[in-house]
């Protein structure tokens, strides 16, 4: 066993697991700064945002600390009303399933309006997976990142069921232990869907934007 080696991939693995402690802090940190209501979005964009510039950097590490928080900030600065008005879209839309779906329980409906119902989930779910990546793509409007997103969800089933499980294998972890929130509750979930969404992406063609670090 080469220990020389080993010594560096533990480092290496221990900067990253550093790094995406700080991006969930910053995520935290800016959805206060936004009063919660008005900050998860534009925070949860910059974090996507950042991440993808660290990625079409080589790599989360290869970014210095300091490039990522201004870049963070940038970020959250510049998509802060876009951010929120597709945010609370994808909010409302997430009511009105939840409404429909009370809805069929109470009045007892077949089989086919609960399909229907878990298909419309189906495809919800590929808008909320891939919204907040597609971004740090395309300079699409809302409506287009709707149907860009659907598209992608439809295309790519196989990898929207992964992303779920292992998404919802991260929930469950995060019950079980709770301290993993502050550090990894956001930034861990993030970073997976970030990098099936840039494959993705990167596999139709589609080219990052790039910003300056």
């Given amino acids: 066993m080469n220990v020389h080696k080993l010594g560096e991939s533990v480092m290496h693995y221990c900067d990253i697991l550093m790094r995406l402690a700080i991006l969930n802090l ?6 206060l700064l936004g009063l919660g209501l008005f900050g998860w979005a534009p925070a949860a964009q910059a974090l996507f ?9 080589n790599g989360l590490t290869e970014v210095p600390l300091q490039v990522i928080y201004h870049q963070f900030k940038r970020s959250f600065k510049q998509e802060f009303i876009r ?3 597709m945010g609370w879209g994808i909010v409302f839309a997430l009511l009105l399933l939840l409404v429909s779906g009370r809805a069929m329980i109470l009045m007892e409906t077949g089989l086919f309006p609960r399909m229907i119902l878990l298909t419309t989930l189906f495809l919800f779910l590929s808008v909320l997976l891939f919204s907040f990546p ?6 699409e409007s809302f409506l287009q990142t709707i149907r860009s997103t659907l598209t992608i969800g439809i295309a790519n089933v196989h990898l929207v069921v992964v992303l779920l499980f292992v998404l919802g294998s991260s929930v469950i972890l995060c019950i ?6 502050l550090f990894y509750g956001i930034s861990v979930p993030a970073a997976i869907v970030m990098k099936v969404a840039a494959h993705i992406f990167d596999r139709i063609g589609y080219t990052i934007i790039q910003e300056p670090m």
């Fill in 26 to 31: 910053l995520w935290l940190g800016f959805t």
């Fill in 49 to 57: 945002r950042t991440m993808g510039q660290a990625y079409s950097a």
């Fill in 83 to 85: 951010a929120n008005l």
């Fill in 134 to 139: 597609l971004n740090v793509y395309r300079n």
């Fill in 176 to 181: 079980l232990f709770p301290g993993l929130i």
